[in-house]
């Protein structure tokens, strides 16, 4: 496995040798960016669920995963399913 870097505005996942890697993230975990009654962004640290866990595939060849987490919380549905996710690698 090569050297993988994904580099987000909120999170980001490493790994130099292919058999560990680490993800650090920071912000609410949120289904889809959020927009305000006029339909504009909201602004904010904001980690789309969808755009996190299609790039968590680069690094499920991993053997080891270190995360490092700052969240003030988010959408309680959209953390569900990247916890799952991340269980079910673990259970690998």
């Known amino acids: 496995m090569n050297q993988i870097k994904i580099e987000r505005p909120f999170y980001?996942?490493?790994s130099t040798n292919g058999t560990e890697?680490?993800?650090t993230m920071y912000?609410?975990?949120?289904e889809q960016r959020p927009r305000d009654w006029w339909g504009d962004e909201v602004e904010g640290q904001f980690i789309i669920a969808e755009e996190f866990l299609e790039d968590l595939k680069q690094v499920e060849g991993c053997n080891s995963i270190t995360i490092r987490?700052?969240?003030g919380g988010?959408?309680?549905g959209a953390s569900i399913m990247i916890h799952n996710r991340l269980r079910d690698l673990s259970a690998k």
């Open 12 to 14: 980001a996942m490493a």
């Open 27 to 30: 912000g609410e975990i949120v």
């Open 21 to 23: 890697a680490e993800i």
């Open 69 to 71: 987490m700052n969240s």
């Open 74 to 76: 988010g959408d309680a």
